[in-house]
């Protein structure tokens, strides 16, 4: 079983784009740490985000109690569910980080973690014939999710022509 903790920016944007349910087929368990699981819960949060971690599903498994003691000037950037999962990722040994946020991958990454985001997950599951990935880019496109447009158009165009997946993560 591969070991994945996820962040909030993915669980956040597969819920508002209906595609949370390809989580467990791509990777059976997803670990989630509490102070991602409260961002999700936050007021601020859109309903449907709220509503669907009120009842978490069974493959999700929230683990609380989380501290990062990092000195690297680089953490003190990051939100405290970036940190959360990083320290999750450590105390698991994760395979695969799910985060989109630019700073927290960075940080991440020089730990040694491998990160994939939103269109990374996206991309896998299209090539793995779970959803259609134009239509999923489009679903994304009218939220507030940010991304750099060369990035979902290279994939698109790869999806296309059948050449072969982005490197994008797993």
Do not use: C
Request: aromatic share 6%; proline share 5%; net charge negative.
């Amino acid at each position: 079983m591969r070991l994945v903790v996820a962040d909030t920016g993915p669980i956040h944007y597969l819920i508002l784009i209906g595609h949370i349910d390809i989580l467990p087929t791509l990777f059976e368990t997803v670990f989630l740490p509490s102070v991602v699981r409260e961002e999700l819960a936050h007021a601020e949060a859109p309903t449907v985000v709220r509503e669907w971690i009120s009842q978490p599903p069974a493959w999700l498994e929230v683990r609380s109690g989380l501290v990062a003691d990092h000195t690297d000037a680089a953490w003190l950037t990051l939100d405290e569910g970036e940190k959360a999962a990083i320290a999750l990722a450590t105390l698991v040994a994760a395979d695969l980080l799910l985060m989109d946020d630019r700073a927290g991958v960075l940080v991440a990454r020089k730990k040694g973690f491998v990160v994939t985001g939103t269109l990374g997950i996206l991309d896998l599951a299209a090539r793995r014939g779970l959803i259609e990935l134009t239509e999923a880019f489009d679903r994304l496109k009218r939220t507030n999710f940010r991304y750099p447009p060369q990035v979902m158009e290279t994939l698109l165009e790869q999806y296309r022509t059948g050449g072969g997946a982005a490197k994008t993560g797993p």
